[in-house]
């Protein structure tokens, strides 16, 4: 580990959010409850299928005591955290398969896809916000600001369909969609890339004009500062200017995006797998929500609040390591 770094405070932090997120997931977990027994939605006719239509009473009613539904709210949610804390996360009745095994098989693509498409969002959006900065008030500035703005108003599927349009079908450069090519059963890297780069991409434009404005207000705001000025009126070269001090000082305010971006990179991959069938928790989470899968949306519900919860912590650790005057605090 690198020596000089508040690894104790860190650890703290750490420590106490993990605390706080406790009482958090109980709540949440207790909602999806909660709402999908007050659901219309019938969760033993969407298990039954075709057959529910036909089948008698005494069968639906013995199919409801086999999943569980029959019980109380609190006995249901209960049963299910009791369960969730020894590692049994239940069974999925609408992929009939027990969720842990569920998650395991979806999650690491959707997370692949999410990892991928933040990282170049962040790339793309700080060399963007940093040209735009630059020359504020410019042409490309306005340009930049401009599809910045008309990006962030557009809907991720909107998005998703257009790229599809262009990049696999007029142009067939990319697939639209999958995993692997159509009639290949191994999955290699090779394969796995040129699949992503649509999805990705698509997610990556959804979340870069907020990397962009921020980055461009931060960055512009950072040259207007007397300590650049100074690094200016020492005869420093523009370039180390810009990106030694200006961007240093301007990338702080972007940290607490990581966070707060963490929610919408969900959603939004969410939709970008329905438009690119790509296998991961997007079928899942929309099964589990039509067919009041308790288990299941129990499951997707804590994993995404998980998410939210470590990427505000990873934002605030990131702006303490930046700004020592912040500490670890909170």
Not at 19 to 42: E, N, R
Not at 85 to 91: E, P, Q, S, V
Not at 292 to 312: E, H, I, Q, R
């Amino acid at each position: 580990m690198p020596r000089g770094l508040p690894w104790g405070a860190m650890a703290r932090m750490a420590g106490r959010r993990a605390l706080f997120a406790v009482p958090v997931l109980l709540a949440v977990t207790f909602g999806v409850f909660a709402i999908a027994a007050a659901s219309p939605f019938d969760p033993v006719r969407a298990y039954a299928g075709t057959a529910g239509l036909t089948a008698s009473q005494e069968n639906l009613d013995q199919l409801r005591v086999n999943l569980g539904v029959d019980q109380p709210l609190v006995s249901r949610w209960w049963h299910w955290l009791t369960a969730a804390l020894t590692g049994d996360f239940g069974h999925s009745a609408v992929l009939r398969q027990p969720v842990t095994e569920a998650l395991t098989e979806r999650v690491g693509w959707s997370a692949l896809l999410a990892a991928t498409a933040f990282a170049a969002a962040v790339v793309v959006g700080t060399a963007l916000g940093v040209l735009a900065a630059k020359r504020r008030g410019g042409f490309l500035d306005r340009a930049i600001t401009s599809l910045a703005y008309t990006l962030e108003a557009a809907p991720p599927f909107w998005i998703g369909l257009l790229a599809v349009w262009l990049f696999a079908l007029k142009l067939g450069v990319l697939p639209a969609g999958g995993l692997t090519d159509t009639g290949t059963d191994a999955v290699t890297a090779g394969q796995v890339l040129r699949h992503l780069a649509l999805p990705a991409g698509v997610l990556a434009v959804t979340q870069l004009p907020w990397f962009v404005l921020y980055v461009r207000q931060g960055v512009g705001d950072a040259l207007d500062e007397d300590p650049v000025r100074g690094a200016r009126a020492r005869g420093l070269a523009p370039r180390t200017v810009l990106l030694g001090h200006a961007l240093r000082s301007g990338m702080l305010p972007v940290l607490t995006l990581i966070g707060s971006r963490v929610p919408e990179l969900i959603t939004g991959a969410l939709l970008v797998e329905t438009v690119f069938t790509w296998p991961g928790i997007a079928a899942a989470t929309v099964q589990a929500a039509t067919a009041v899968d308790f288990a299941l949306l129990a499951a997707l519900t804590a994993l995404a609040t998980v998410a939210v919860l470590a990427g505000n912590l990873l934002a605030d650790l990131l702006y303490g390591l930046a700004d020592p005057r912040v500490g670890f605090d909170g």
